[in-house]
Structures are given as structure tokens and as C-alpha cells.
Nanobody
Framework: QVQLVESGGGFVQAGDSLTLSCTAS?????MGWFRQAPGQDREFVAA????????SVADSVKGRFTISRGDTKNMVFLYMSSLNPDDTAVYFC???????????????WGQGTQVTVSS
């Protein structure tokens, strides 16, 4: 069982930047970020393979969000810039046995961290 803990969420203004962090209890799992806004399905945001050499971001955040791994490989970061109200959601970190953009591939999930963007 992999434990995941997210941090870094908060309340920001449109145009601001924010970095989310996720710490895993084990190293070398492919990891991803997903988000869920009220009344909407959980959607893919970004993913990285086990060492950070391969990454992917959703088209909706491309050019604004970047995913990266820490040197110890058990931490993953989501750098978010040019935030807008549509980015308001609970952001979840997840770990999977394979690199994937699909939520169904992820076996372990954090509790989520709220990001609220005000206009």
C-alpha cells in the first residue's frame, strides 16, 4: 500500500502561480495528478514515469502546468501558472504500476488538496 500526501493548495487570484507537492511512501512509481471540480468527473492533469524522464500534461493545461519529480523520486510536483477560475478543483496525487493518463490505471490515491482561483 503506497501512502500519498498532497500539499500546497490554497486560494489564489486569477493569473497567479501555485505549486502542489505530493510525497509518496515508496519510490519509483509512475505518478500523476488529477483534479475534480464540483459536479464534474475526475480529469487527468499530468503524469510522470518513475524517474521523471517522460511526462505528459492535459491539453487544457498545456503551457501552464508542469509536472516534475524530486531527486529522491518519492516526491512529485505540479507547478501551475496563469491560473484561472476554471482551474478551481480538488487536486489529487496518484501512483500507478505503469505510466498512464487514465485514472483507472492508478491504484493509490491521496486525499486531495483544494485549489480555488478567484477572478
Amino acid at each position: 500500500q503506497v501512502q500519498l500526501v498532497e500539499s500546497g493548495g490554497g486560494f489564489v487570484q486569477a493569473g497567479d502561480s501555485l505549486t502542489l507537492s505530493c510525497t509518496a511512501s515508496e519510490n519509483e512509481y509512475p505518478m500523476g495528478w488529477f483534479r475534480q471540480a464540483p459536479g464534474q468527473d475526475r480529469e487527468f492533469v499530468a503524469a510522470t514515469n518513475w524517474d521523471g524522464s517522460t511526462t505528459s500534461v492535459a491539453d487544457s493545461v498545456k503551457g501552464r502546468f508542469t509536472i516534475s519529480r524530486g531527486d529522491t523520486k518519492n516526491m512529485v510536483f505540479l507547478y501551475m501558472s496563469s491560473l484561472n477560475p476554471d482551474d478551481t478543483a480538488v487536486y489529487f496525487c496518484a501512483a500507478a504500476p505503469i505510466y498512464s493518463r487514465h485514472a483507472a490505471s492508478y491504484l493509490f490515491w491521496g486525499q486531495g488538496t483544494q485549489v480555488t482561483v478567484s477572478s
